[in-house]
């Protein structure tokens, strides 16, 4: 796809005129790891600070799926952070909105961040990069204690973690 290309020439440009000022973040859309390894590499030479991706992942490709382990191990070495934005969706969702559409921006954004971060975690991804980092962008934080103290709780007797996920969250994300 050109767009993310496009933008991201025009983000290394831009924060070249300050790059002590500016920090760009590219934008991948990972649908072939290959190419989205490249194009990391190519904005990590180019002065880019991080990547990033979405916040939901194509429903039928959750960050659960091997397909992404060669992109996980390619953001450590480098030391690319990964930013999840609110906007950033892997394809069209219809919010369970009741038709009160607006109710989306109150939520979905948080649900989608929860389970995407959930997935990397329960995953073991973290065990496996311990080094990657992952941030959430524009979706509130007064959530994620509750959050954490559930998924602690949760994951202690039905899917035991190497770590409490909110050992995780404080060391990656």
Partial sequence: CALPISYND???DFCSVAPE???GLAMLPL?????SIAEMERC????MKGVSLWIAPPKNQPYTSDFYERFWA???DME????????????PREPNTGGLLWLHSVNAHKFELMSSLAQIIGA???DRYPKLQVA???VGIGWIPFWLQEFDYYSATRAPLKQDPSTYFKNNI
């Fill in 21 to 23: 000022r500016f920090w």
């Fill in 80 to 91: 690319m952070p990964l930013s999840m934005h609110i906007n950033a969706l892997a394809e």
């Fill in 44 to 47: 990590k030479k180019a002065g």
């Fill in 10 to 12: 025009w983000m290394i």
């Fill in 74 to 76: 390619a953001a450590q």
């Fill in 124 to 126: 073991g991804i973290f």
């Fill in 136 to 138: 959430g962008a524009e």
């Fill in 31 to 35: 649908r072939n790891i290959d190419h």
